[in-house]
């Protein structure tokens, strides 16, 4: 564990618990992609396959169980809640999500790093985690107006893979047997996909204006 | 062979 994953983690935490007071504060999830917050619920389910059969620390156990049972929880408010489900943006939450896990299921057919039924399903979560945000991008650009919560969330979110990117920097030099291309390569376009929202959250923070994207 | 590389990150 170096310093760049600890705090990669903890800022993912944060943009969790960022969403969560958002969702129960307002009791609202206006401006809050559904289908985004399902891919991650997926993400995290096939990703942690082992989360029983193998043990690495307390800490991954218990950090692997917070981001799934949030995930769960989040979208269990966005789809059930009696309050809360009534402030989905159904009409703007458009983006097609089920290309999005076909594509990143036959990339993780193609390219993985063992051809193993966790790996395959490692590769896929990795893959997905990468192009997940798409639909949240999208809804903010349609929804205009970004309330301050829902802006920290995703720069936060953006935030902790960037902070990972430093980590593969940093254990690609100290560690001899560290080759993690699968995830690097798509931790680089993970953060990438956040370029114009990080300018514009900028922007909006250095002119202490209301965080607006472009249409 | 090398210790299977587990995927020690989240």
């Known amino acids: ?215 | 062979s090398p210790k299977q590389e587990r995927h020690d990150e989240l």
């Not at chain 1, 504060?25 to 997926?42: F, P």
């Open chain 1, 1 to 215: 564990m170096n310093i760049f994953r600890f705090a990669g983690d903890m800022t993912h935490l944060i943009s969790i618990l960022v969403l969560l007071l958002k969702i129960y504060a307002t009791k609202s999830c206006s401006g809050i992609s559904l289908k985004t917050q399902e891919l991650y619920a997926l993400v995290f389910l096939t990703r942690y396959l082992d989360l029983f059969t193998g043990f690495i620390s307390i800490y991954n156990t218990v950090m692997k169980l917070i981001f799934i049972a949030s995930s769960l929880a989040i979208v269990w408010c966005m789809r059930v809640h009696p309050i809360v489900r009534r402030s989905y943006d159904k009409d703007l939450d458009t983006f097609r999500h089920y290309f999005l896990v076909a594509a990143s299921f036959i990339l993780a057919l193609l390219l993985y790093e063992k051809f193993a039924f966790k790996e395959i399903f490692w590769a896929f979560s990795i893959y997905l985690e990468a192009i997940a945000i798409l639909p949240q991008l999208v809804l903010l650009q349609r929804s205009g107006n970004v309330d301050n919560l829902t802006g920290h969330y995703v720069f936060f979110l953006g935030a902790y893979r960037a902070l990972y990117i430093l980590n593969w920097i940093y254990r690609y030099f100290t560690d001899i047997h560290f080759s993690r291309w699968i995830a690097c390569v798509s931790g680089l376009v993970q953060t990438a996909l956040y370029a114009d929202f990080f300018y514009y959250y900028y922007i909006s923070w250095r002119n202490n204006a209301k965080l607006k994207l472009p249409a």
